[in-house]
């Protein structure tokens, strides 16, 4: 079964420093990753995605994400952090169960930016 | 194009009703997941369901149940509501596994 691991249960940032989110997976096979971002009392939006191929992805917002095999991990990127950055960001993993395809996220890390 | 619509968005119970949260999606997506939302926990699936008469247990699973009669509607009820349901529950949509779209969410409480 799969399943996914963020060390950082919240983490502050300067407005226009640059920012890392760290996300850790366990799953057999090549899995399917994913980064979404949770504005305060919003639903959940789609940051960026990795199937196959280039190991560095890039998504909306300007983030970045880069999938390490060896590490097991996909951490999550930003070279200049906005105010209108601070949310709650969550990894997630997917790959297939019994009953099909199912995606299970991590516990989530807050991030605040300070002026 | 709405695509994925909750209701209600809030709702309270008491410990012993049961009630049917609704999830409709209308970009024509297979996949189809109900998560809750905790403080602390993150999101957990409950179930989850890739086609029109195809669902499975997620990971936390009791205390709920679902159907996929039509590709578009994902219901999930609730059989005997317990304080420990109350929580956020969020629908999500997805074609074949690139990424959900989810719903506003429920919040739920059971006093």
């Known amino acids: 079964a799969q399943s996914v691991t963020q060390p950082d249960i919240h983490i502050t940032v300067s407005e226009g420093a640059s920012l890392e989110l760290r996300c850790n997976y366990s799953?057999?096979?090549?899995?399917?990753l994913f980064w979404y971002v949770q504005s305060p009392g919003q639903g959940l939006q789609l940051l960026l995605k990795?199937?196959?191929?280039?190991?560095l992805v890039q998504g909306i917002k300007g983030f970045e994400a880069e999938f390490k095999r060896s590490q097991s991990s996909f951490n999550l990127r930003k070279p200049s952090v906005h105010w209108s950055d601070a949310a709650e960001y969550f990894c997630a993993v997917g790959a297939v169960g019994t009953g099909g395809f199912k995606t299970i996220f991590g516990a989530g890390t807050r991030l605040f930016v300070k002026a | 194009n709405a695509g994925v619509t909750q209701t209600p968005k809030f709702q309270v119970l008491k410990t012993g009703q049961s009630m049917t949260l609704q999830c409709a999606q209308d970009m024509n997506h297979e996949y189809m997941s109900w998560y809750r939302q905790d403080p602390g926990m993150g999101l957990r699936l409950i179930h989850y369901s890739v086609g029109a008469g195809i669902t499975d247990q997620g990971e936390v699973p009791n205390g709920y149940n679902v159907s996929r009669s039509t590709t578009e509607d994902f219901p999930l009820r609730l059989l005997s509501a317990a304080p420990s349901q109350t929580s956020v529950y969020f629908c999500?949509?997805?074609?074949?596994?690139?990424?959900?779209?989810f719903g506003s969410g429920t919040r739920l409480t059971v006093v």
């Open positions: 799953y057999g096979a090549t899995p399917y």
């Open positions: 990795y199937f196959s191929g280039d190991t």
């Open positions: 999500a949509s997805s074609d074949r596994g690139f990424g959900y779209t």
